[in-house]
């Protein structure tokens, strides 16, 4: 017996859903090879120190980029409120903060305390500032091509339309009141509700 219903529509799984597992575990086969590659070369105290060096380095890095990004962030809400206060519009708060590229360091003191060499190194790796320069160029571009390539009415979109800037950047919140439409005791004339007070 057949029936009108079409078969169940199985989802393909993406590449990067079916290939990141075998990555890590390849990744942590590796780590865990170079480990006792080292140790039998050096002994297992040196694998031991390198491992608690990196979490200590790791430690400070992390600590350091996040007091930096911290102390962006309140001069960015300071020259905010001071722009506010002015009447003009605010500059570029904090553009200094964002060639520092806080994420890719903090990336990097979160890799160096990963146990493993390879994560160690790709920590180092990150610690370099022209490395984390070249990176955040490389993930700005990326961000900007996805988000031109979005839909109309995603989420991409909105977040591209919060970003335009607009002149004065003065938000007032009110009511709209058109002087065309006929007047009842609490506004429009189909408007049987008393006005909103404070």
Same mark, same amino acid.
């Given at each position: =017996?057949t #029936?009108? &219903?079409?078969?169940? @529509?199985?989802?393909?799984?993406s590449r *990067? ?5 075998l990555? !890590?575990?390849a990744?942590?086969v590796? %780590?865990?090879?170079l480990?006792?590659?080292?140790a039998? &070369?050096?002994?297992?105290l #040196?694998v031991?120190l390198?491992?608690i060096?990196g979490?200590v380095l790791g #430690?400070?890095?992390?600590k350091?980029?996040?007091r930096? *990004?911290?102390?962006h962030?309140t001069a +960015?809400? @300071?020259q &905010?409120q001071a722009?506010?206060q002015?009447g #003009?519009?605010p ?5 200094e903060?964002?060639e520092?590229?806080?994420g890719f !360091?903090m ?5 160096l =305390?990963?146990p493993?060499?390879?994560?160690d *190194?790709?920590?180092?790796? !990150?610690?370099v500032p022209?490395?984390?320069?070249a !990176? ?7 961000? %900007?091509?996805? =988000?031109a +390539?979005a839909p ?5 979109d $909105?977040? @591209? ?5 607009r002149?004065a950047g003065k938000v007032v @919140?009110g %009511?709209?009141i058109r002087?065309d ?5 609490y506004?429009? $004339?189909?408007?049987r509700?008393?006005p909103?007070t404070?």
């Open positions: =017996m #029936t009108g &219903a079409p078969p169940p @529509q199985t989802h393909r799984r *990067a859903r079916t290939l990141l597992p990555g !890590l575990a990744w942590l590796l %780590e865990i090879w480990l006792t590659v080292v039998d &070369a050096a002994g297992g #040196t031991l390198l491992l060096g979490v #430690t400070v890095v992390i350091r980029a996040g930096r *990004a911290f102390a962030l +960015a809400f @300071q &905010a722009a506010a002015s #003009t519009t500059t570029a708060a904090g553009r903060g964002a520092d590229r806080n !360091l990336l990097g003191g979160l890799l =305390m990963i493993g060499l390879l994560s *190194a790709a920590g180092l790796l !990150l610690l022209p490395v984390r320069a !990176l955040g160029r490389a993930a700005e571009r990326a961000v %900007e091509r996805r =988000m +390539a109309a009415g995603s989420l991409q $909105a977040f @591209q339309q919060a970003r335009i800037r002149p @919140q %009511e709209v002087d439409a006929p007047q009842g005791p506004g429009p $004339a189909g408007d509700r008393p909103l404070p």
